[in-house]
């Protein structure tokens, strides 16, 4: 013992650096050298030998009743080997992520423009599409259910879904609804405790995620009757719980396994095509793929709830909030996603990052014949920041204060209470993230002699040399849940192995946390090597053959499936040191495992991990669950519902061509606190993009829905933003950690896409004086010629 | 009917091939190289971009037929011929610019011509050059750091002061 001990204390010196390429640092994503060589293998690049191409056909309607399908003609067509109909469904003929509300093809009625009603599998795509148009269909068309007002009257303008057919919590085509009250309320006699009393009614638009891989897998037949998926999803294990009751199948019979995922953000949440692949398979025993063409993904996943919103604050003279009343109304559309959360996130996070004694909410989800909306990144949180920011820069200006200084003066801390009475209980930096924004740095101002054009509005389209353009600054804060909430254990599970492979100790991270580009297997990697002191660390192909990792959604998947891979690694740790104490009887209580070695901060390195796990792989599964929640009340809206909160603030500078009603995002700063950034790199990547979706949905992106019907399905006619249409992105992070968080870290992905398309919309405000109440913003807002 | 032509220097050749198919597809589905992607393919994202005859195009948009006896080079191709990562490729890993990676391939083509054009352009040259090609992950920004990277290191490389 004493030789190793000085061998080791000679040694310490150079092992005590923990990998550089551990948690904090920002090493290299594992995928990086396959995506860029172009060989990483996406769900759209699957291949089999003999595999046919799946189809559906879709509805051209948002409501009618189905009188009959003619298959004969499509089954004629040389090289369809299959035309399927909900009567051709082994199982349960339903599904759902909340509710089992959506058949998996349309049985007697579609409910929505773009509903699948048959499939096609054929021996090529082409043949597919013709054997898809030969389908007859008889359709008795009926008057869609697309307003608010005809889905609140379903006596005089009827049901989307027949009063006993699915229930939710709603009623009527109420698919979801929660009310809050906190405090006093909103009474009269509240109301007389203000002095200024500001309402608004604002309007947000359906956005698209516009994720650019297409919903596309593989479904392969097996021998054992059971089929193998390769699918892009967020999350495989809640894919097979709603596949397998309607294939007909055992869980265990499906299997699945995460193929290259090109972009989710909550697109990729509920299912789309994965049963119809699999139907397919089942019925031709040939291997099908399905891949989305462009228009098809507009139809084929939920998209943003559009928003209609009625906000009223009051205020006393010298600035502090008194009360906020709030009515939000969510179209779900034909069927139910993830609406009821979405509602729930609404109502809880609706009054924003602020103390407000006394408090109002209600907020509903419909049911109507428009597109079906679910998860899109930031949910709920999202629309009600553009009401709640929007309010909080008029009560400003009403009282003639500073946008800023007026938000830091009701902005909530440690220790605060929400409406819902949950207690913040890590930092919420509210003020310092806005001190911060505001502090840094402005841009130049617009460079009339050395104008490039393609920085003004317009850009490229030369349709200003700088005359008409007028430069604004706005500011915005918001806040958003991280995880699932409302009581639902969202666990997540991982494997981690540690052997020697190769003459070197090597750790294997095994779950099925659906990688979607946003670097979670880089930050796995990191956590085993940091717990785990080694170098070489593998991440298994995500599949069904470890247990759940949940959603790559809700913020969660660092926090949830990081911390999973940290308990598992810190048991494998265990376990080891634990042989190592009964192979040499070490007594210290101070030992750990540092660049592939086991060593005491008393009695210097004791064994290499190499000589000391020998032949024996050590391989632990652990799960890894969040502090549990509770539903909100129904009816008050009480109760501890969120797992863990997190806050963006920006700044928004636009030059705006207020003859034209161009606008052209000059610089969008954010500040967040990341309680701990595993990679920084990533981190800021995330806030980035999340900003960027932030700015399309200010200025650019809405899925035009008329009379239920879409009119925009394509990139051609719904806008994404360009590299000529985003600024400069600065960024600042600050790392406060939450005690209850692994590493205290904080979920990154969902808040700046929350907060930052407000602040947009107030430099807008501020360049023309022109009161926006509509996201995305239009040029005929700023000229009006609406 | 069959079409040949050469892809990243060498002779391919596709039977059976419907009039109708793109270069996408044919590219993607019958000669093997899955690396240009399909997110719209109508020719506004950019992800599908491949070089025919030395000029970027938007590989959804080519008719098979059109590229009968003429050079196709896509990102396969872009790796040194010691299957070495290209220099573009390199500062797309190296500043972060790659997440979900689907308009990683057509963003590495257009960026290799940019450079070849002009090995230092300006912020607003590579906004221009680039504004063919969406990207929803990473609000460019990585992407334009990984651009001013490949140029540095284009211009060091050949002992051009920055």
Known sequence: MSTRTIQGQKNLQNINQASKDGIGGSPLRPDGTLKVKGEFAYSSDMWHEDMLWGMALRSPHPRANILSVDISEALKLPGVYAVLTHQDIPGSKFYGLEIQDQPALAIDKVRYHGEAIALVAADHPETARRAVKKIKVEYEVLTPIVTEEQCLDPETHGYVHEPHEFKSHGYGNICHEQKLVSGLGVTDEVRALADVVISGDYEVGMQDQAFLGPESGLAVPAEDGGIDLYIATQWLHVDRQQMAPVLGLPEEKVRLTLAGVGGAFGGREDISMQIHACLLAQHTGKPVKIVYARDESFYGHVHRHPAKMHYEHGVTRDGKLVFADCRIVLDGGAYASASPAVVGNAASLGHGPYVIPNVKMHAIALYSNNPSCGAMRGFGAVQAAFGYESQMDKLAEALGMDPVEFRQLNAMAEGDHMPTGQQIDSPAPVAELLQRVKDMPLPPPLDLDNLDIRAVPGALSNTSHGEGIVRGVGYSVGIKNVGFSEGFDDYSTARVRLEVIGGEPVAMVHTAMAEVGQGGVTVHAQIARTELGVEQVTIHPANTEVGSAGSTSASRQTYMTGGAVKLAAEAVKQALITKGRRRYGWTQNDIDLVAGKVVSESAGVLVSMVDLLGDEAIDLTREHHHRPTVPFDKETGQGFGHVQYTFCANRAVVDVDVELGLVKVVELTAVQDVGKALNPLSVVGQIQGGCTQALGLAVMEEIIVKDGKVRNASFTDYLIPTILDTPPIPVEILELPDPNAPYGLRGVGEAPTVSATPSIVAAIRQATGIALTRIPVRPEHLTGTL | ?162
């Open chain 2, 1 to 162: 009917m069959r079409i040949t032509f050469t892809a990243n220097g060498k002779p391919v050749e596709a039977d059976d091939v419907w009039e109708g198919e793109s270069l996408l597809y044919v590219l993607r589905e019958r000669v093997g190289l899955p690396g240009s992607k399909n997110a719209c393919e109508q020719g506004e994202c950019g992800s599908c971009t491949v070089y025919l005859d030395g000029t970027p195009v938007c590989s959804c948009l080519v008719a098979a037929g059109q590229v009968q006896d003429r050079e196709v080079r896509t990102v396969e191709g872009l790796a040194e011929e010691n299957g070495e990562l290209g220099l573009v490729q390199q500062a797309f890993i190296d500043a972060g610019a790659v997440q979900c990676g689907f308009c990683t391939p057509g963003l590495l083509v257009q960026t290799d011509a940019l450079l070849d054009r002009d090995d230092q352009p300006s912020d607003n040259d590579i906004r221009e050059a680039l504004s063919g090609n969406l990207c929803r992950c990473t609000g460019y920004e990585k992407i334009m750091d990984a651009v001013r990277l490949a140029s540095a290191r284009k211009c060091a490389g050949k002992g051009v002061s920055e």
